[in-house]
């Protein structure tokens, strides 16, 4: 059974754009390695308007099939979380052992596309360890190569997310 990714209407459709853009970049990527062979009067051997065409179309279309296969597994959230432990939607006040002080952030989608400053995905390291947190709790884990510890200490709804 194949994994389902969790995402927010906004998110998904920010990722359904990307994959758009992507779909643009690569027929337009085609078209230039179409021109390059037609202007040269070289083959397609030795021709490095021709390379660098065919290198953008694959990158672009490479992009474009990781995108289409997170779609493919997305489910959207419809329903706003309950804010008893962080979820995808919650906006989270936390202490980390590594850093002075708090931290907020928004836990966005399990991809987030083009998200705001303080939103992370919850697929990243962060949100992996704070997501299922209750308020009080102090959660393990890595980020990077250090291991923190994340102490929880308000969870709310992000509203303004659905």
Same mark, same amino acid.
């Given at each position: 059974?194949?994994? *389902? ?18 779909? /643009? /970049? ?14 040269? +009067? ?6 490095? !308007? ?24 997305? *489910? ?16 989270? /006040?936390?202490?980390? +052992? ?34 299922? !947190? ?19 200490? !308000? ?8």
């Amino acid at each position: 059974m194949a994994e *389902t990714f969790l995402f927010l209407p906004r998110d998904l459709e920010r990722l359904e754009h990307e994959m758009a853009q992507h779909e /643009r /970049r690569y027929k337009a990527n085609l078209g230039d390695v179409g021109e390059s062979v037609d202007i040269s +009067s070289e083959t397609w051997h030795d021709n490095p !308007a021709f390379d660098e065409a065919q290198m953008q179309a694959r990158a672009a279309y490479t992009k474009l099939k990781e995108l289409q296969a997170i779609r493919d597994q997305a *489910t959207v959230i419809k329903e706003k979380p309950s804010g008893e432990s962080v979820e995808i939607g919650c906006r989270v /006040r936390y202490v980390r +052992s590594d850093f002075r002080g708090d931290d907020e952030v928004i836990m966005g989608s399990y991809f987030v596309v083009d998200g705001d400053d303080d939103e992370v995905s919850a697929q990243s390291p962060l949100g992996q360890l704070l997501l299922g !947190a209750r308020v009080g709790d102090s959660v393990d884990g890595m980020i990077g190569e250090r291991k923190v510890t994340a102490t929880i200490k !308000a969870i709310t709804v992000a509203d303004e997310y659905f």
